[in-house]
Nanobody, 125 residues
């Protein structure tokens, strides 16, 4: 599966952005989908994920209550709605997909085989 992320940009603190990740060459309906981010000088970290079968969602504590992950299987697209953005949310955001994996590893970047190219999100104070 090929992934193309978009929707990043520059926004003031407290603002909102919606990232999109469009998939091609495969349907995402049977993939766990995740969003990760990597800030300057930092390791890539988990942001959110949605399970392929149950649709259950999972979030990092730092974004819980502010970010919402969703998927539209008909459009083969996953979204990340980001509200109440903070300067510390500044990072390159990546979408990722995996076709297999146990639930306990859904937050692990190493468990995802397919990655998009990343989209920059910058939050100014």
């Amino acid at each position: 599966v090929q992934l193309q992320a978009c929707g990043g940009g520059l926004v003031q603190a407290g603002g909102s952005l919606r990232l999109s990740c469009a998939a091609s060459e495969a349907t995402i309906s049977r993939y766990d989908m995740g969003w990760f981010r990597q800030g300057p000088g930092m390791e890539r970290e988990f942001v959110a994920a949605v399970r392929w079968n149950s649709g259950s969602t999972y979030y990092a504590e730092s974004v819980k209550g502010r970010f919402t992950i969703s998927r539209d299987n008909a459009k083969n697209t996953v979204y990340l709605l980001m509200n109440s953005l903070k300067p510390e949310d500044t990072a390159v955001y990546y979408c990722a997909a995996r076709s297999t994996g146990i639930l306990s590893t859904i937050r692990s970047a190493a468990a995802y085989a397919h990655w998009g190219q990343g989209t920059q999100v910058t939050v100014s104070s």
